[in-house]
Every structure is written in structure tokens, then in C-alpha cells.
């Protein structure tokens, strides 16, 4: 693991960060002490954990209705000549709908 020091970091961040998209681990140092280390992030973050346990801690609750991929594949709406989808929006808040 490479060592860095906090004043060689801040001047040189961008080398930094290209080592570590390259997989490398750095550990920065102030005054000879470790205080952070610059890690890559791994390619699946754990989100499927973590979501598993803010559901076992009744935080959120996953969801069991199949996804709306038939919603995702249709054309996106269209406004007719001249309409403003802002003027459509703030009426539709207006409306309360």
C-alpha cells in the first residue's frame, strides 16, 4: 500500500485518484500518523446487504409488485405544438391532481 502525506495528497489528488481507479490503496499520513485511507469502491457496493438490513430493522419495506417495464418501454408523451410542459405541470398543481 502506498503512503502519502496529507500536503502531497491535496497537490496531487488526480495521480491519486487514477492509482486508485487502477486498484491501488493509499494511505494518507499526517505527521507520520495514518489518518485516511483512499480505496477503490468495489464494482457491486454492498447495497443488496445493506438493504437487507435496514429491512430486518423495519426502516423500508421491499417491494413484491412485479416492476412496470411495460411503463419504461412506451413512448414518452408528447406536447402539442406550442404547449409548455412547465405551463402543463404548474396547472396540473393547481388542479390538485
Known amino acids: 500500500m502506498k503512503t502519502t502525506t496529507i500536503t502531497q495528497a491535496k497537490n496531487g489528488l488526480s495521480a491519486l485518484i487514477d492509482r486508485v481507479q487502477a486498484g491501488e490503496s493509499i494511505?494518507?499520513?499526517e505527521r507520520g500518523v495514518p489518518v485516511a485511507r483512499l480505496e477503490p469502491?468495489?464494482?457491486?457496493?454492498d447495497s443488496t446487504g445493506r438493504l437487507q438490513r435496514?429491512?430486518?430493522?423495519g426502516i423500508v419495506r421491499v417491494g413484491t409488485a412485479p416492476s412496470p417495464l411495460d411503463l419504461l418501454r412506451?413512448?414518452?408523451p408528447r406536447?402539442?405544438?406550442?404547449?409548455?410542459?412547465?405551463?402543463a405541470v404548474?396547472?396540473?398543481r393547481r388542479s390538485g391532481r
Do not use: C, N, T
Open 27 to 29: 494511505l494518507i499520513l
Open 41 to 45: 469502491v468495489a464494482a457491486h457496493a
Open 54 to 57: 435496514l429491512e430486518r430493522a
Open 74 to 76: 412506451q413512448p414518452a
Open 79 to 87: 406536447l402539442a405544438a406550442g404547449a409548455s410542459a412547465v405551463d
Open 90 to 92: 404548474l396547472q396540473e
